[in-house]
């Protein structure tokens, strides 16, 4: 019913925003991995609220707890499930809500749906629901780490029309990290941080685009036809809230160059195999990784709900206005990223896996 992602690992998350709480059970982890609640909480202490002046103010600690599958710090092979529990939600401030859709919010769609909607929060709709997914991601980190040395880094690269001159080939973690907005260029990351605040003060809210790299994949995940890489991460990107966009490598851009301006040009690399000179497929050709770094982009909309007046319609028919309460990011970018470096670990993690499985027995 849309709520399970993934082949042989799969995860499957659950929990609505104002309820008891959210989280995701992972099957099809490979045993004897070493894991623990405090390597899972790095990346969730990124994604939780709070976090700064930019983002929405809802005090949540979102303390992961290890239900099942784990034992004496390595995985069994078994289900696991991870659960974080709701502690500052307050549900009041969506009474108004209740009855009337916020404009570009999944209001409207879930009651036309479903004919019942989770109200307080947004339900299911609501951006925690990744939660479980920024879990499950930091286990598929792990197991791409381990097993292939693969490194994952996402970043803001632009806010609005602020945009940062950014190689995806030498971010670190540490640069991104070092501001509150994620952007590892520190002049252009002040200058986004001052256009959120004037927005945020205004009651408005804006979006942008996160930039991710995936560095060291192994040559030939993905499948054809329908289960090329390029294609399951657009998948995974455009599952996102607020997503509205994706691309990898030249992306776009590509469009208004020649085959012979956009080919990447082979070359024999040091251990005999081939390499491209440049990178303008993003990692992939064909829909299967061919060992340079993936780099894609997602573009993420204003935040729908905003304390601005908007024109609206409530259940009954009826045109009303709505100025949301309730608190909220006034840009969902710099807590996308640790969400956009989940889904990419997944994927790849995933085709990993089946990789193995397909063409690592003969």
Known sequence: MGNTFGHLFRITTFGESHGGGVGVVIDGCPP?????????????????????????????????????GVFEGKTLGTPISILVRNKDARSQDYDEMAKKYRPSHADATYDAKYGIRNWQGGGRSSARETIGRVA????????????????????????????????????????????????????????MIERIDQVRKEGDSIGGVVECVARNVPKGLGSP???????????????????????????????????????????RGEDGGFRTRTNRSGGTQGGISNGENIVLRVAFKPTATIRKAQKTVDSDGQETTLAAEGRHDPCVLPRAVPMVEAMVALVLCDHLLRQQAQCGTL
């Open 136 to 191: 499950a991601g930091a286990i598929a980190k792990k197991i791409l780490k381990q097993v292939a040395g693969v490194e994952i880094i996402a970043y803001v690269k632009r806010i609005q029309d602020i945009e940062a001159p950014l190689d995806p080939d030498t971010v670190t973690l540490a640069e991104v990290e070092s501001n509150i907005v994620r952007c590892p260029n520190q002049d252009v990351a002040e200058q």
């Open 225 to 267: 036809v329908f289960d090329k890489l390029t294609a399951d991460l657009a998948k995974a990107a455009m599952s996102l809230p607020a997503t509205k966009g994706f691309e990898m490598g030249s992306g776009f851009a590509g469009t208004l160059l020649t085959g012979s301006q956009h080919n990447d040009e082979f070359y």
């Open 32 to 68: 004897q991995l070493e894991i623990s609640a405090e390597e899972i909480q790095v990346d969730l202490d990124r994604r939780r609220p709070g976090q700064s002046r930019i983002t929405t103010p809802r005090k949540e600690t979102d303390t992961c707890e290890i239900i099942s």
